[in-house]
């Protein structure tokens, strides 16, 4: 029996977020036996650079990380001409989050969900990050749909002074802080943009010494500004940008209570999203809307009703679980509980040995790597 050897598709570069996720997942597979190939460039020239990286590799099996171009096309042609099965790794429901968001939407709509149904159709297998998400594609016919959720940095070795050093250079020493990581970006269709809800919350929270905390860029960060103004709270909101991946376990831990809100709608429904694995690693106390994997992930008390789409009660009711939390030792304790969860159900130790299952369970002739 041979180690199967794999080309992975990336639709990112060697320092995108993809990238950590393929090399997490694929650490126990013998590195001799695995092709990374990013994307460089548009998408004609990406596809160039694929095809002759791959003809020269010779692989047994395709990995597409996300539904994009040009892999979203790749991939079935491939597997057609070539004989080359593939999975796809998607952690998005990706024509509705289009539709639903009103990013992307217009003209790309049916080309969204035209290249969605190829892709899935033609994989022999699908990996998901939600439990939902799985449910969803089995109840349209996938027969091979697993989850391997999002993982989270491995080196979470943060020196209190380090925190404290942050805190200061960030003015945010002797204040509880409510955070927020993600992609800021604005849905022209819902009119939000992650960390909306935190704005929204902190203005019936004025009483208290709580200050807001906004880590992450997008096309929606000057509208996030402007509505920190327009509710007289921008003198309690530090807003960080975009900051290096290997930088976040020290971020976090500036963090009282993490927020995760999803919509409650398909696309929300069948996240795990990132950012919670990172949340629990860090063993903050996290609030999350009760949709999608946050409900299997975390304790009830972390847990927040969200109705529809754009919940415009929720910040209330959100705002009154941190008032809660603030003035609780012991629910703010139920946060360290959370890094052995993380460990178990997040970490990629457990992630590639999940991968690596399944990439032999598609090659019978396959040996699994065990290292």
Known sequence: MSVPSVSVLIHGGPSSIESVRIRGLVQRHPSENVQLLFREGGSRSTALNWRRAVESFRPDLLYILNTASPGALLGPLWSVSKSLPYIVDTGDAVFEMARSSGVGAGWKLPLLWAFERLLHRNASAIVVRGTKHRQLLESQGRQRVVVI???????????????????????????FVVGVMGSTVRSPRLGICYGWDLLDALVSLKDLPISGLIIGDGSGLS??????????????????GRIPYLDVPRYLRLMDIALSTQTNNLPGQVRTTGKVPEYMAAGRFVIASRVGEAELLLPEPMLVDYHGEVDSSYPSRLAQRIREVYSS??????????????E????????SQKWNQLVADLNPSSQLVTK
């Not at 999002?150 to 204040?175: H, I, K, M």
């Not at 304790?333 to 969860?341: A, F, T, Y």
């Not at 178990?344 to 992630?351: E, W």
């Open 149 to 175: 959720r999002d993982g989270f940095a491995e080196n979470q070795d943060v020196s209190p002074d380090a925190v404290v050093a942050l805190r200061q250079q960030l003015g945010l020493q002797g204040r």
């Open 223 to 240: 509208w996030l500004r402007q509505r920190a103004i327009e509710l007289n709270v921008a003198d309690r909101v530090t807003f960080t």
């Open 329 to 342: 030792e012991q629910l703010r304790s139920l946060g360290s509980s959370l890094p052995e969860r993380a």
């Open 344 to 351: 178990k159900l997040c970490s990629y130790g457990v992630l």
